[in-house]
């Protein structure tokens, strides 16, 4: 990395790159009969490999948490939705099979439920984004929870609020404490007006960070992002997909009609949240360049998700955008593999999980050119375009549009590569480093 301060490429020595690949359990065979529609619609599942389609499941260490007490603290937490409480939720459910106890300190909320293993502090909407919550515990009523519960290691997936009262009750409790680094606060402040934030907003979550015994990372090019910020002691916890849920079978025209989307026609997905700092604004207006081209192909976008523009986003724009809003379950398996690109305009995002998921259904995927998303889109499961220039996301989309053959070999590749991000793998990894830290503060006591 050009430019990276000398302390900062130092401390890229430290860094620990926890997760590797692994393969989940595909289907072991294609089905017969596909259907003509898909030769000429997008990836299908008779287009695929049959390499990519059999069991390829390979034993991974089982790591044990017996013994462990968890506790996991974030501002956000189901119900919720977002690619954030869909991760934590499944952390806190692979660490219970391993053995561990775990308990989640988070945020109250309206639509919650009472449950074992979750404490909710009083919080309140976020002002720029309602769906979110705000929640300013005392670091003593945290510290005196830890106590009693008998924690072992506390995680925070957030700086603010909740993470921020863990931090001080974990040093005064003498439990070991990590973090995860899940959002681009500074790059979200200028969407939010908040722009006059990023210098001191680095200066923050620096602090906030290097108080842990580890920051863990989506990505390596986050991590590398945060080390020239001179975060110290950083480590690569990755994503992994379903290739189950998320897969090419679950492909059905009825899915199609039931949003009045033809069965001839292209279909451009974007799912996620509906938010200013999402991109969308390049996704409409290249909707609106592609329309204008003669030989540009019959298309809609369909954006599946909630969030705070999701309103203004109806109200402006037309028919050729459709608006499915929150989709879960088979249903959203259904949405993406019944479309035929993936579009992932996002620069802010610290990991695009529905990109995985857009991969391991068959899509090629179109993102924003960013470190990231290069490092989660290999070549030739898709194309990068310049971030905040519709025409060329346009111009992607037209390529893509006009050769089926080329979104087969796309979306066989894609497929291929998510079938290689088992969560069983990605979790022993994690966990595997859970007790490196535990270890090592066994050693200092």
Known sequence: MTGM??????VRS????????????PL??????????SVTTGADAASLPLQAMRDERRETPFVSLEGMRLALVSDTYLPQLNGVTRTLARLVTSAKSRGAEVEVFTTSDPSAKDEDGIRRESSIPFWG???????APRARDIERALRCWGATLVHAATPFGMGLAARHAARRANVPFVTSYHTHFVAYAHFYQLGWLAHPGWRFLRWFHNGGKRTYCPTAAVAGELEAQGFERTAVWGRGVDASVFSPLHRTLEARRALGIGDRELLVLYVGRVA????????FEAMRLLRALPDAPSCRLLVVGDGPYLEPCRQREGEHVVFAGRRTGVELSQLFASADLFVFPSTTDTFGNVTLEAMASGLPVIAAD????????????????????????????????REPALRRRGGARGRELALGRSWEHI??????????????DAVRR
Do not use: C
Not at 129 to 135: F, V
Not at 276 to 283: C, Q
């Open 28 to 37: 072991a065979s294609l089905p017969k009969g596909v259907p003509p529609w």
């Open 427 to 440: 979790f022993d990894e994690l966990f595997r480093d859970y007790r490196r830290v535990l270890a090592k």
């Open 370 to 401: 960013s470190g990231v998303n290069r490092e989660l889109v290999a070549e030739g499961a898709g194309s990068w375009y310049p971030a905040g220039v519709p025409t060329a996301l346009a111009t992607h989309i037209a390529r893509w549009g």
């Open 14 to 25: 430290r860094r620990m790159s926890i997760v590797s690949g692994a393969t989940s359990s």
């Open 276 to 283: 200013r700092e999402k991109g969308l604004d390049d996704v």
């Open 5 to 10: 301060p000398r302390g900062a490429r130092a």
């Open 129 to 135: 984004y309602p769906q979110l919550r705000l929640a």
